[in-house]
């Protein structure tokens, strides 16, 4: 299991200095612009710029390995699988008994697992650029309460770590004979109960200890909270913000309006 | 709080924040994936009743919805994050509302466990079939493999609920 803390990466390129803002919406706006899309050409050509963006993060090899890994396995399922369940269409390419396999239906398959692709990396970049701090600082400043923004940072920094304990928990718990690939789901999923109690009892201690620290910095003291750092939107955010918005309007209005299909 | 403030206790937070992450992880590490509809297979359910069932509604819609759509944009679905977070959170809100908080009988858990996770099935199904335009037939073999999920995930919640209530009695205080 990868023991990485944290996917975002320290880095000074232009998406790293880009306002979280800016990106959130791009996140948007890209995954919209996947939906309305339904040739198979353009959704190549928006998997092909999610590609560059991502190449533009710089991103350690093995984050961006592990993010692909996920990707990849759930394209390929999609092609391999689609066919199989989509009979629509006439050129049969082969059949076998019941399986029949068509063109639309390989082709559908295709666009599918491209736009499901485009949709999965298009968050990958935003999680690689944007330190948690940020990210929940922006959400804070676009009107969500900051103790649900604090609760939301709390996830994303204890998720790896409890990741960690879940992983030690089920070693130390093969060492003591427990076989976690053996038996039905019903049998191996309760298995399952000698990992996750521990795990339950060790997050609550983290919880309580953290409450305590929370208290201890005065969390709460004051409604109106200032920050050491402000969010600020600067010309190149704007252009930005520009840009991927009319990434959005520009297609869909050829699409609603003008009638193209594309 | 001698403060009534406008924020919600530390006490509140820290707890919501660590059962979030926990669900989410929970996800992560029992995760399988599972074809047709680019879904996958996990025991994150179990959390969410857990959550649900140990410490009401609220947590169990919070944790159980956010902890969910975040371990679905981390394992690369993220096309699914906005479903997951409706279907997730009415499973924990709908099994923590009829079990209410910390007991409550039996079977009363089993009900909460099975109308919330037929909340779940349900809103999976629709939406994919509905706005994900997912074939009829993969979807509903989806929705097959949800209900197992439920069936399993929902015992593994159960059971933990009254494990972790007898091995950290300290919990009801939280």
């Known amino acids: ?262 | 709080m001698a403060q009534a403030s406008k924020f919600v206790s530390p006490q509140t937070v820290a707890l919501y924040g660590v059962l979030t992450a926990l669900t989410a992880a929970v996800t992560y590490a029992t995760f399988v994936p599972f074809a047709p509809t680019k879904g996958y297979f996990n025991l994150g359910d179990s959390m969410v009743f857990f959550s649900s069932l140990t410490f009401g509604w609220r947590a169990g819609a919070i944790c159980g919805g956010v902890g969910s759509a975040t371990a679905d944009i981390l394992l690369g679905s993220g096309l699914f994050a906005p479903y997951t977070l409706v279907a997730k959170g009415s499973e924990g809100l709908v099994s923590g509302y009829i079990t209410r908080k910390n007991g409550g009988k039996r079977w009363v858990q089993v009900a909460g466990i099975a109308v919330g996770g037929a909340c779940m099935v349900l809103t999976y199904f629709f939406s994919e079939l509905l706005i994900l335009d997912v074939s009829l037939g993969a979807a509903a073999l989806e929705m097959v493999g949800n209900t197992v999920q439920v069936i399993v995930g929902g015992t593994v919640g159960l059971l933990l609920a009254n494990y972790v209530r007898k091995a950290y009695p300290s919990m009801a205080k939280l």
Not at chain 1, 46 to 64: C, D, N, Q
Not at chain 1, 200 to 223: H, M, W
Not at chain 1, 233 to 248: N, T, W
């Open chain 1, 1 to 262: 299991m990868t023991a990485f803390v944290d996917l975002y990466s320290e880095g000074d390129t232009f998406l790293h200095r880009l306002d979280p803002r800016v990106k959130m919406i791009a996140v948007l706006t890209l995954s919209l612009l996947a939906f309305i899309l339904s040739g198979l050409t353009n959704l190549l050509c928006l998997l092909a710029f999610v590609f560059v963006l991502m190449a533009l993060a710089r991103a350690p090899w093995a984050k961006t390995y592990f993010a692909m890994k996920f990707v990849l396995r759930f394209m390929a399922l999609i092609v391999i699988m689609w066919p199989l369940f989509d009979r629509s269409g006439t050129p049969v390419l082969a059949s076998l008994g019941p399986i029949v396999i068509t063109e639309p239906g390989v082709l559908n398959g295709l666009t599918s697992a491209v736009r499901v692709g485009c949709l999965a990396m298009v968050w990958y970049i935003l999680i690689f650029t944007t330190a948690q701090r940020d990210l929940v600082r922006a959400l804070v400043k676009m009107g969500v309460r900051f103790d649900f923004g604090l609760t939301l940072a709390i996830t994303l920094r204890f998720f790896p770590s409890f990741s960690m304990v879940i992983a030690s928990i089920m070693d130390a718990q093969r060492a003591r004979g427990l076989d976690f690939s053996k038996g039905g789901l019903m049998k191996r999923s309760k298995n399952y109960v000698a990992v996750l109690a521990p795990a339950v009892v060790t997050s609550l201690r983290t919880a309580q200890a953290l409450s305590l620290a929370l208290l201890s910095r005065a969390y709460g003291a004051r409604s109106d909270r200032t920050y050491l750092r402000e969010l600020r939107m600067r010309p190149l955010d704007y252009v930005a913000l520009a840009v991927v918005i009319s990434l959005l309007v520009l297609p869909a209005l050829a699409i609603y309006v003008l009638g193209m299909s594309l």
